[in-house]
T-cell receptor
């Protein structure tokens, strides 16, 4: 009964070769987030979608992009992965309304390795 | 959102209560306290949140001091599966809130047999 599903759990790509990570949800939440978590560090938000509106964090590199074709799915695209992009990538969802304190629900992440 | 301070690590004996403290001395009136945990190689898991009243659910209890400058997460009967990094996060709901979470370094709780 997984609610936020990330595929694949492990992804290996070559230096500079574009890679796409996927996230799907069965919660019908209107907000979807992507976090990056490097080894021994806390998760850090890259960007999020509020419905169809994309919101980028100021310090997210241009190399990272995202797509949300519908409510259920969200993709993280890394155009030219560098060695420093090796990390766990976490997808999360939440329901946001006019005055929301709803918690976020996370998937189990995709661990990305760069060769 | 207010900053939080947590001890980097704690130990707890299996079956005993685990009390994880969090300091948030700059919290403002509309900010909620959230607790998440992250078991190794998994995504963060929501545990509980509260504003000013103590809260309890099937996983844990949250005790917030009257001045709201600190809180304690209580796992009443810790098991080995509760070994994880516990994050205390303070966040304000906003109109059209999209509620990003700013994670600190958290407390690594080691439950020992």
């Amino acid at each position: 009964d997984a609610m936020v599903i990330q595929n694949p759990r492990y992804q290996v790509t070559q230096f500079g070769k574009p890679v796409t990570l996927s996230c799907s949800q069965t919660l019908n939440h209107n907000v979807m987030y992507w976090y990056q978590q490097k080894s021994s560090q806390a998760p850090k938000l890259l960007f999020h979608y509020y419905d169809k509106d994309f919101n980028n964090e100021a310090d997210t590199p241009d190399n990272f992009q995202s797509r949300r074709p519908n409510t259920s799915f969200c993709f993280l695209d890394i155009r030219s992965p560098g060695l420093g992009d090796a990390a766990m990538y976490l997808c999360a969802t939440s329901r946001a309304d006019g005055y929301s304190n709803q918690p976020q629900h996370f998937g189990d992440g995709t661990r990305l390795s760069i060769l | 959102d207010a900053k939080t301070t947590q001890p980097p690590s704690m130990d707890c004996a299996e079956g005993r209560a685990a009390n994880l403290p969090c300091n948030h001395s700059t919290i403002s009136g509309n900010e909620y306290v959230y607790w998440y945990r992250q078991i190794h190689s998994q995504g963060p898991q929501y545990i509980i949140h509260g504003l000013k009243n103590n809260e309890t659910n099937e996983m844990a209890s949250l005790i917030i001091t009257e001045d709201r400058k600190s809180s304690t997460l209580i796992l009443p009967h810790a098991t080995l599966r509760d070994t994880a990094v516990y994050y205390c996060i303070v966040r304000a709901p906003r109109s059209g809130n999209t509620g990003k979470l700013i994670f600190g370094q958290g407390t690594t709780l080691q439950v020992k047999p």
